[in-house]
């Protein structure tokens, strides 16, 4: 089957250190795969950080980074220096291009950053 | 202003009590979704709507209805709440219902039933 999965759990990271989380993806049906990361802040919705829909491309937003990579089927979320204001939740996400059926999101990630 | 409401944003029912969860977005957005997230789990998809009166089940669907009669307005009906229906339920909407689609998502309603 389909399936995302995502550094579990917590994370908790100093403030101006750097920042991965891991997210790998397995398919079965997705011949083209979209990857996605999704953060959700306290008291809101999900919102798109970054979306890569093309193999070996790399994606950037708020000084964030996560690169396609299709060999070892993976799609890191990184960041070089993160900010108490990066605390949120992390969703990696995959998607076809046939429809809502194949679309996956991760189980989260809780980032804590430490002044 | 790109918006996805929900309402209420909190809700305490007893078992075997109707829900009724609100979901509206000004974006004229064809496509919506009605996900629940549980503790430890990813969200799971209950039912996606492409347009009004033209929806479709997810992954989920068993125990939850659902309506569209605006384009903007997508409610999610519990008809006899149980008690594993207690989560987090999140609302959202997009341009296309295509997996490469962009969701913008409301901010939750955290649903209890006693």
Redesign the interface.
Known sequence: GDSVTQTEGQVTVSESKSLIINCTYSTTSIAYPNLFWYVRYPGEGLQLLLKVITAGQKGSSRGFEATYNKETTSFHLQKASVQESDSAVYYCALGGNTGYQNFYFGKGTSLTVIP | DMK?T?MPRYLIKRMGENVLLECGQDMSHE?M?WYR?DP????Q?IY?SYDVDSNSE?DIPKGYRVSRKKREHFSLILDSAKTNQTSVY?C?SSAD????????????TRLTVL
């Open positions: 996805v929900q496509t979704y997230q430890g789990l990813g969200l998809l996606i997810g999140f959202a219902w295509g997996g490469y689609a962009e969701q913008f998502f409301g901010p939750g």
